[in-house]
């Protein structure tokens, strides 16, 4: 092939590449230069908000209880500063989406160019910003209380384990149930996409999946874990723990009268505390799961089931 | 132990690792320093393709319909140059591979000194690496069509879709799917080993295994994804959706006379459009689920589902 | 927000968190500023064994025979270096773990001032490090003829590879039991910690959980291997095949008089040689599953096959 | 020594070097988190600036006609961005700084805390900075084609010289002169303290310090160039060159009332074109070194010398 | 060239490169794996006593005055941790080379296996490590108050300076002499062979080369500074000045019996409080340039000038 | 400033850019995708002589006389490969820049598209760099031979100096001559533009600019160096130590008939052995400065002197 055959299918390629109808849903418009929340920084905000949670396990230097407050508030400043620009972004991102879905829908006119450009990526999106990221930071000890219930809990649940390290350095539970208890304040106060790309995170380092939406009680511990899905609206008490494959899931969705699914309402599991599932076993929809009740492996549970209840495979 | 201890255990180490009777099967022998396929670079292809494919989304720059085809321009042009290279050392990655099977077999003579050595990573495989990326390059327009179609599907088919962007960056499924469809490119271009790299990368992330063999239709989607399998003679019509941990499977596969597997035969199950197979289902077989079939969760199914058809679990 | 408002709260926010009260489970105290077991330099470490073990195939020169040992001495001699200080690291880190165990159970004084801080993280357990890590380099040879047995065994298994090149290259169950056998010996060294981190690796990356502890023969292979859980107990033959989601678990475990699981009682399967286990089957306790036998999908099996035995699902 | 030995005198070090009364000349205090100029941004700027005016010899792409302007218009929209960036910074920099002097002078209250926040790092300074950073870009086609003069007069100045491409990859005169041409065209468009930091890369690199400052004609060249000094506000016109060791410095300059050095005055000598300075000459004042002059080598002139002249040593 | 013709170089080669007689003089014999000093560790060490002695202007966090004893705290102990392992690694190295030259001089027997390999690169030169490091900490405080004088008098003394924030960050003597201050209070503490790594990476930046052992008051500068030399046995008092390419060097040096140079004896100049040297000069032996005296630019100065004294060039 | 405004400035300076005009000088055609020599890889090149030359100083892993073969086989077949690689680009360079001459006179078209393209940056290019690569590994046991007698003048001629290690390690004499050595060979082997691209690294690096054409003995060395300069003809003899700022260059040159410099003619200096050249010295011209001649500071020299000869300063 010569250079100037090779030279013919690049220009033509690109020609093809930048015609608006073809990137019309697949292109990003920034506004002003505004950059998208970065995968990069925002796993430097998690592995930050490690070092803060668990001090002396992430991070590389050596501590001593003099020494700590200076690491902290290293750390601390550092998150802010990163995570306060990434909520800036994510807050940015999402009214451009809203247009694209806009323009892509057909509501708007197609012509690209005569897109009104607002100006408010700017002042108040900034402040908000900046006071999510403080509220973030001040649920940080909140935050390590509730963490460490989940080290004592997978401690205890797996005859295994030889310390609260080995469990906080190895486990992936501890991995994943970070990710989402961080997530899931960002999402409670509103922070839009970040939540979930940090608990994808997890769920690509993990294979657990849990939705920054669910709501998850103290001491909460998962065994193994790969394949574990845990859907948006699910509600987890105290003391539960789950084992790998299992999935808290919807059954089905109504559909609104243009035929889309209706968004927010409550379609995944209520589990109450010291529930156990096996693994593999799926449980759909808005049911309950009551006290104390275990579910077996590799069952397929679509109805409630009472508290202390018991419900396991026939025979293979 | 003593320093004298130690280097005598390590020289005694390396003189036995260096025996060709220990390497064996598990040493490649580069031809005329040809390197291997480099996971690095080809991550870095993927990450140029998502750039273009996804303009904005992808790369750290701003974008605006002016300076598009500067971004477009350049991203293809080193996308080729370095698929080039990745696809001449894929080429003669698999001369190598072949003797050193033949050698392993016993059915040439294990004798090192005595391997021929061919000349002909050369010239021909330069010309034809070349041709090869080239003609991928040219495909990424229709890539990005049908990419659309994909991200449409999982917008629509999730109540917690908050925006196309939204499932651009965080939904492993994109990112499984998009590996799957640049692999199954080259694959019946046939470039051998880097189709297979690259699925296996987002096997790697995602924990969906799409074999580039398979033949998958548009507005294909997955939920969650994990456990997903989908074997490599699998076939896929238009509006497909799986559940996590739902494999596509071959049941077994015939033996040749020498009791080796058969390779190339379709064992694996046809699905026509608009099926839907929930949760961690199994389905074996050269078998066809029809058109608008409904798979139920967990079941194991290795018998034909006729167009319409809706299994679902016995209670559990 | 007023950057004093900020301050106000980052400072208050860091005093709760070197709160001693706040850290107690989640902090690790180093020894006189030993480090942690370092996840990177124990990817590097598992990196150069596969660089020894599979020479050619990972690591980026170009070898023949003549220059083999030379990067086989460097490979050896750095991974060495690398292994002798994380052993080190592994055996500090665990005394500290005890303590941090007592102080949290009450057991003794709360006041961390009052911490014995002992000082034999010194000569001793150097000497143990360098002695281990000696140990593991001398069995670098037989863990490549096992590794050989492997490669072949999935490549004989997969009717899609094409050579033992692509398996090496590609197949998550080559990486994952990899690391099970690097892991392994380790254990069988009396290694802490380490082992564990390493098969967990392998986990983020394959979604395959094999614990250190299981005994694994020779021909293993695993296809595909999202969701397989191997137990710490288990025992498996040669010539054994695992499909996806396979897991080898414990049925339940027995408590000791306080309630808490008793450790290290054997509670996984034996599975003898030329076992077949098909995909998301669960085998749970310490049964036996006899020599040839074959486990259907999707089955949940907690009793005893004998020799050659083949159980099914009943049609979905 | 002990620990807590060690920890004493850490504390102590950290309180004292905290107090004000030690920081005051050395801190900076950066408004509402702006950051400084970053010596490493500006690095990749001059890097992309050199990409952009040399294309093929800078930058790691391969180019032709056709792709030329693809790399070029990616290389310019990143070139203005991290500029506008940088620029931004230098702005509010300087304003920073000021205060910060009138703080040590005592001119304003001692006292930190009364420091009045102002609060116009803000809307004014990011339209200065995009507007300074454009003019900038559009001053780089007369920057090229000043530059090929320089190429031109440094290969036909040297005997050595086998190329234009050696000159520019080689020569450390093209890479002092470069920074200074960029540092030149900022500090006309009046951007504070970058110009300095640019022309100081260049001094570090190659040992030739040209004062952002001054005014060079065209076909300018330095050999070898180690040691030369081209103060502020000297005037070089075209045709000039000048060898390693040149100093073009100031006799003394003088001071205010209060005993400072009065700033901006003229002091500088003057080049006319086609003059000639050997190595090691030192040249101070503002003084005339007429058209076509030669001054030659480790003489000290700090009288003009009339168009034509020719000093030399005596002998040695 | 046939590989088989490169292989025979290449193992001739290296077998000739690895004769104990080949590599005599230039091989460094590690004791026991102990790591050389290393120039990139170094590096960050003076990076970080920058970030310390002028905060907010090297490191790259924004600084309060709340939140910089944490910053201060962080980098003050990281600071510690790096030096106290290069000194170690210092101070082992000088042994090693004391017996490096005793064997070069054939004082002692060639073969190298007959080395005794000292085993004392232990306990107590790690407690001298700590405690030489901890030494060096505490200095920092009155290390800034110096270093602050000499910030003012680069200011004062150049009428191109535009603030103290110009300066910090542009000038290459206020690298060049806060290298040199470290160094020196490093060498002051006995530490071999780091204070010299320092002030040559200072060298290398800035052109400026000063000895570690110099003593040099305060108030001191340098203008541009390319090609000054300020020898080990140097004295400058208080508020003097440099101009570029000055040489405070030795006449000449006595020899032993033996012919080799007595080290140790002063041998470079004296220059009293408020001396001025301009460019070029150079002021060799145990001369006095006494208080207030002005040296004119390339001058060859060998004798001692009186207090007020000021030698200038005769006419070029 | 509107995007609007930005993107037309933008654009249209990509147009100017763009124009062949415009990049005539300035532009590399590379042939055929051949990549530049590469600064960065050249780098490498010389870390990797280094490590080989002077074991156990560069490169950062523990030698003990036993394993140095392996460092030594891995680092010479890894700068084999960078450098055949360099060699080729540098001879295929060359080759263009050629052709971008004629273009510039004028004595071709400049019509670029007319450009003929040869097609022998080929096959006897790559054969010629592999031979010239493998002939430079083969004087690696020479090289080090001579600076060995390098280090041991370094170490006798500097009082201050206290180990060959230190010698090695920090002074920049030794690196500049190393680098000189190796282009210097390189040269010899006929390599274009890399030898230049070396020594201009060590000249960044230590102020120190030795042309690799200059013939220089053993025992050679510089002291502090800022500021040398030796030209490309010079000649020096065994035992010759030079100061900083000593000039080697040519006092002027004769032109051709078109008034261009000829090139090769002799015409830098030659020194005998046993000369001594103090600081700023600057000797012009194709003299002889005769066997243990001293040659005094800051002198200006254009006439041979006689073996023994002693030349020294008038007083200042």
Redesign the interface.
Known sequence: ?S?L???H??????????Q?E?????????R???????AKVLREVVELARA??????YG???????????????S???L??LLEKQIRAGLC??K???E??RL?DGRVAAS?AGLP?SADCGEALS?KA??TA?AF??R??EL??V??TD??AAY?????A?????V?????AIRAISNYRIAHELLELDV??IP??IT?MA?????I?I?P?AKIGSYFTID?G??V?I??TSIIGNNVKL???V?L??KS?PLDSDG??????P?HPILEDEVIVY??A?I?GRITIGRGATI??????TESVPPGGR?V?R??
Chains 1, 2, 3, 4, 5, 6 share one sequence.
């Not at 002003?32 to 970065?38: A, H, N, Q, R, Y």
């Not at 803060?52 to 396990?57: A, D, Q």
């Open positions: 092939m250079a055959d090779f030279t299918i690049l220009t033509e390629t690109v020609d093809k590449l930048s608006p073809s990137y019309r849903v697949l292109m990003h418009r920034h002003d230069g505004e950059p998208l929340p970065s803060i949670l668990f001090p002396g396990y590389n230097s050596t501590l001593d209880s003099r020494t700590l407050s200076y690491h902290i508030g290293v601390v400043e550092r802010y500063g991102f999402c451009d989406c809203e694209d879905e892509f690209e450009v402040e900046a006071r403080a930071v001040a940080l000890p390590r209380r963490l460490a080290v004592v205890n649940g797996d005859p295994a030889t310390s609260y390290g080995e906080i350095c190895c486990y992936p839009p996409l979930r790309i994808e769920h690509s380092e993990t294979g999946d939705h939406g193994h790969t394949g899905v859907g948006a084992y790998q494959g999935t899931g919807a969705f889309n699914p209706i968004k927010g309402i379609r693994s593999n799926t759909l077996g492996g590799n069952l397929w549970v419900i495979q025979k293979g």
